[in-house]
């Protein structure tokens, strides 16, 4: 083990992960899909940045296990925040069980705390009790159904596809949005336009029909005034991201009402969400069901002397979209 080391992935490492890796994140993509669908938003001009495919192997290249490092800027409790995220955690099959995604983890997280970097992230989906042995700590986020009430047609507005012209606008309105919470991204137009080639990449690559991404804004003036990036498959939607200038959120609240208006004859669409901290009900939905997150877990570990706090669901404001 003493000779293990964590080193950037080279093309033929990544190459092999990705082949080892489908089976387990595949997202119902073919296996030359799920590749392109890697490495192209590995292309992006974020991930360029700020993403980075890292490898705990020995002097031979030979990979022992290996995560996925992001770099994002956060805040917590109004201070602001360099945040490393760790996705993709994985072992081969074959030599699982002697630690070494554990030592991956902590030869990382030392390399970040080195590098000045406070507070470390990922979401599980094994459970938390792997990462608490890590020192994470699982942080609440709730997960509601949306019910749109009808109220009779929606106010007079321009709703057009979204554009990246838009994305300065969204990111402007996620800052206004996310201020008052206590932990919270900080998320810039290339954040957005990363997690938007992510999930469009991921619907384009799929088979016919097994999902779709729809971006919507409101626009007034030259201006996108609200947004929502939504999810569609044949369980319903999912809002994967989603702003309004508006203080009482109604232009989204308009927009929602005006897309499940375009099928009157069909079932009212499922309407799913993790819903942010501050960020208000529109007065045209409401919350018909309210639980916790399922599925990925987000966990936080503090990387310098200062513990994370303890973060109820109504002082997070994260979205869908903004899971790695």
Not at 82 to 106: D, F, I, N, Q
Not at 176 to 198: E, M, N, P, Q
Not at 229 to 235: A, C, G
Request: proline content about 5%; overall charge neutral; aromatic content about 8%.
């Amino acid at each position: 083990m003493s000779a293990l080391s964590l080193q950037p992935a080279t093309e033929a490492q990544i190459a092999a992960i990705l082949d080892d890796t489908w089976s387990v994140w595949g997202e119902g993509l073919d296996r030359a899909s799920y590749v392109r669908w890697n490495q192209a938003t590995l292309r992006t001009p974020w991930a360029r940045e700020r993403l980075r495919i890292l490898v705990l192997a020995d002097a031979d290249g030979h990979v022992h296990a290996s995560v996925k490092r992001y770099r994002f800027d956060a805040v917590l409790d109004g201070t602001a925040t360099r945040l490393c995220g760790l996705g993709a955690v994985h072992t081969p099959a074959a030599l699982r069980g002697r630690g070494y995604a554990s030592m991956l983890v902590e030869q990382l997280l030392e390399q970040e705390r080195q590098a000045g970097v406070r507070l470390a992230a990922l979401f599980s989906e094994i459970g938390p009790s792997f990462y608490e042995h890590l020192g994470f700590e699982a942080v609440a986020l709730d997960e509601v159904t949306l019910a749109v009430d009808h109220t009779g047609g929606a106010p007079a507005m321009l709703v057009r596809a979204g554009a990246e012209r838009d994305l300065l606008d969204i990111a402007a309105m996620h800052g206004t949005r996310a201020g008052s919470a206590r932990f919270a991204l900080r998320k810039d137009a290339a954040w957005i336009h990363h997690a938007l080639v992510r999930k469009r990449l991921l619907a384009g690559l799929g088979p016919p029909g097994l999902r779709q991404l729809e971006f919507f804004v409101a626009e007034e003036g030259a201006s996108a005034v609200a947004f929502v990036v939504l999810s569609v498959n044949r369980h319903g939607w999912t809002i994967e991201d989603a702003g309004d200038r508006d203080p009482a959120g109604a232009r989204l609240g308009a927009m929602l009402e005006s897309l499940v208006a375009r099928e009157p004859r069909a079932r009212p669409a499922v309407i799913k969400a993790w819903w942010p901290a501050g960020f208000p009900v529109p007065p045209q939905l409401r919350i018909a069901e309210r639980g916790r997150a399922v599925g990925s877990l987000l966990m936080l570990r503090s990387l310098d002397e200062t513990p994370v706090p303890t973060l109820a669901a109504g002082e997070v404001f994260y979205w869908h979209g903004d899971s790695f």
